[in-house]
């Protein structure tokens, strides 16, 4: 029987459990689309391998090459050294079955609302999307997810950063959908003009001021406004909430992500009616509101925020998650 060519490297399995012991003792933090060590490992072998998301298990059999072996050291000891996410190491990243390109640009492509567009947002959307908006854009993933969604549809992408947008380009045209998706330079609604949308979807920098000052390693080689939501992680969504009157149609609908915020925003809005579907992380990270509830009334004591907070509202500006 013929041995094994000289060229050739570990099984999967036996790349995986060194790549999980390495990864683990390294004591890492994670949440860049991949959750621990064992989902961090198979993320990193599967790109090597140049498949999509599924069970390593189907690949336990198989053989690295020697070359990707080596590759897959190389990943994890920058990975240890640098605490670099994985997916700027390989320039990738997943929503489902969509890779993104992704570099320090714009943060690592994570949002629950990524669950809600696969399935087209039912039952909260009830007629039909001909023009959609994706605020604070960044790579685009939202974007072109909701032109995946809603085929007929026109999608803007609006982001105040040229760098961001220049990945979205990139994305734009490595999903082929540059005939329905136009990128916008503007802060917020800026740029947009009189347009009105069936559809606005928004995952805004929303991370506490003192949660900021927390980050461990990973999350700060990721672009800073597209994380800080000012003292309350709500500044952008005030701004969004007072706005998106005017460029939501009739029937239109605003689904927006605020991370753990749920009880600042009902508390600044209390007669509101935010709707909260449930996520993989469960309900309370995104809220659905439709434009017949605006306007809105906010709480007296919002009304009167501190001048800090009046300040980070002014200094914060969106770039897309």
């Given amino acids: 029987m013929r041995g094994r060519s000289a060229s050739t490297g570990p099984t999967v399995a036996a790349a995986f459990r060194r790549t999980v012991a390495l990864l683990g003792a390294a004591r890492l933090h994670y949440g860049h689309g991949t959750h621990d060590a064992r989902d961090e490992a198979a993320f990193l072998i599967l790109h ?4 999509a998301p599924q069970p390593l298990a189907r690949q336990a059999n198989s053989h690295l090459s020697a070359a990707q072996a080596k590759r897959l050291q190389t990943l994890v000891e920058r ?26 640009r714009v943060i690592v492509p994570r949002s629950f609302i990524a669950e809600l567009l696969r399935a087209r947002l039912d039952p909260w959307l009830r007629h039909p999307v001909r023009r959609a908006l994706d605020l604070c854009t960044g790579s685009g993933c939202l974007a072109i997810l909701t032109a995946h969604a809603f085929p007929r549809a026109r999608i803007d992408a609006s982001d ?11 994305n734009v045209d490595l999903h082929a959908v540059q005939r329905r998706v136009r990128l916008v330079q503007g802060d917020l609604f800026a740029g947009l003009g009189r347009r009105r949308y069936d559809l606005i979807v928004c995952n805004p920098p929303y991370v506490k ?9 990973e ?9 800080a939501g000012g003292v309350d992680g709500l500044a952008l969504v005030h701004r969004i909430l007072r706005e998106a009157p005017g460029h939501l149609t009739p029937q239109g609908v605003l689904v927006c992500e605020i991370g753990h915020n749920r009880t600042a925003l009902e508390r600044a809005y209390p007669q509101t009616p935010f709707v909260w579907p449930e996520t993989s992380a469960g309900p309370g990270h995104v809220f659905v509101l439709a434009r017949g509830a605006f306007p809105l009334r906010q709480a007296a004591s919002a009304c009167r925020a501190p001048a800090r907070l009046r300040r980070a509202r002014r200094s914060t500006h969106p770039r897309a998650r």
């Fill in 160 to 170: 105040d950063a040229r760098s961001a947008l220049a990945v979205a380009r990139r």
């Fill in 48 to 51: 090597l391998l140049g498949l």
């Fill in 79 to 104: 990975r240890i050294r640098t605490r670099l996410p994985a997916a700027y190491l390989v320039h990738e990243a997943w929503l489902g079955a969509h890779r993104f390109y992704v570099d320090r």
């Fill in 209 to 217: 001021l003192a949660s900021m000052r927390r980050l461990p390693p």
């Fill in 219 to 227: 999350y700060r080689h990721e672009p800073g406004r597209a994380l």
